[in-house]
């Protein structure tokens, strides 16, 4: 009974601290208030409605939790039309846009209604699915309000900050909270590398904006982690330094992301590693393998160097390693700061595209033949960064795969090894073996990590 009691009083104390019901003393008191900033920043926060039409399958099997895996290929098809709801940022007057790409990335018409009721039609201007990023611009604009960027680098855990968009399509809502973790990255989360939030974000909230108390955009909400379906105050916001990044690159022209390339493998330094290589701490990304046209391995890196930082940022994973290089766009060098076997230097290291070298030489099956449909390339760092590859992949991979080559299960991504016993080394070699005369075939492919063997009959 005394253990219950003096919990009550553990309780209520603090509680009733925080209730305070005296009337407020000052006007200052009576002004507090995030209005001011909503009243500056609610304005460039958008709706955005997307459409696209998708081709839905017609089976009997579809929606069996058994035979839909295996029927998911065949049957008719009919056009139906597919709809979305999601948010956007305005960040040039001139009618700049910036939403997720899950929300617009692959739709046929996009409507954007500002906050003030008015409406514009969009082009999608650059899209990039990795980062969750895409980037509009409505169609007859100008004069429109637009949000400053704030860097995001500059963030600590516990900074004020609003949510804005467009939860559950009840029109325009703020949330407040504060940063509550940095560099966040997971499976679950993707390839991505994410600023906290616990300020309330919601489905539709994608797209909006996280915004600090002097109005600038911190980040993009694009995810929350939830087994309701609802906010549980961990949302996550691609950080602004990307963000600007991206934009920048759309308005030059480019259509698609080019991320500078880093042609390198590593793992984050736990404390099992640092013990093993007598570190102080955790601390830093271990790289394991460089290929061998990597801008990292020109300046002199190594397998067994620790990355420590990027341009003066730490890197601790290599999601946020990835972000780093990406943050800093192509062009230029940045400083890498790496603790070598005899100690911490750093070296500049050049950001460039990935090479098409060599050549990927594209071959698409079309004919009376088997693998109908199939599409291939010479991997090469270019290739294996569009398709996530490893560094280290090699041969032929799967790009497109259609008709008849879709329907024996190949995927885009998948490694082909070998033919009906037949090493696959090029392009050419899958169109020659698809011309075999036989009605039994087996395909070796590597998927993933995984050595897969398929085999059916035509």
Sequence with gaps: MLRLVALILFCTVPLAAQTDSRPPASAVEISLSFAPVVKSTAPAVVNIYASRVVEERLSPFAGDPFFDQFFSGYGQTQPRMQNSLGSGVIVSGDGIVVSNYHVVGQATEIRVVLNDRREYAADLILGDEESDLAILRLQDAEGLPALDFRNSDEVEVGDLVLAIGNPFGVGQTVSSGIVSGLARSSVELGRGYFIQTDAAI?????????????????????????????????????????????????????????????????????????????????????????????????????????????????????????????????????????????????????????????????????????????????????????????????????????????????????????????????????????????????????????????????
């Design 202 to 458: 919601n489905p539709g909230n994608s797209g909006g904006a996280l915004v600090d108390m002097k109005g600038r955009l911190v980040g993009i909400n694009t995810a929350i982690l939830t087994r309701s379906g609802g906010s549980n105050g961990i949302g996550f916001a691609i950080p602004a330094n990307l963000v600007q990044t991206v934009v920048a690159q759309a308005l030059a022209g480019n259509s698609r992301f080019a991320r500078p390339w880093a042609g390198v493998q590593g793992q984050a330094v736990d404390a099992g590693l640092a013990a093993a290589m007598n570190l102080p701490r955790p601390d830093g990304v271990l790289l394991s393998d460089l290929h061998p046209d990597s801008p990292f391995a020109a300046a002199g890196l190594r397998p067994g160097d620790v990355v420590l930082s990027i341009a003066g940022e730490p890197t601790n994973t290599p999601q946020e390693m990835i972000f780093r290089l990406s943050a800093l766009g192509i062009g230029g060098t940045a400083l890498v700061t790496y603790l070598h076997e005899d100690g911490i230097s750093t070296m500049d290291v050049a950001l460039i595209a990935p090479p098409e070298s060599p050549p990927r030489d594209p071959v698409t099956i079309a004919g009376a033949v088997a693998l109908r449909g199939l599409t291939v390339a010479r991997i090469n760092p270019a290739l294996a960064a569009e398709i996530a590859l490893p560094t280290d992949a090699s041969g032929v991979v799967v790009t497109h795969a259609q008709d008849v080559a879709a329907q024996v299960g190949l995927r885009p991504g998948d490694v082909l090894l070998s033919i009906n016993g037949r090493s696959i080394a090029q392009p050419q070699d899958v169109a020659d073996a698809a011309t075999e005369q036989t009605r039994r075939w087996a395909i070796d492919v590597n998927r993933g990590g995984q050595l897969l063997r398929l085999r059916f009959r035509l």
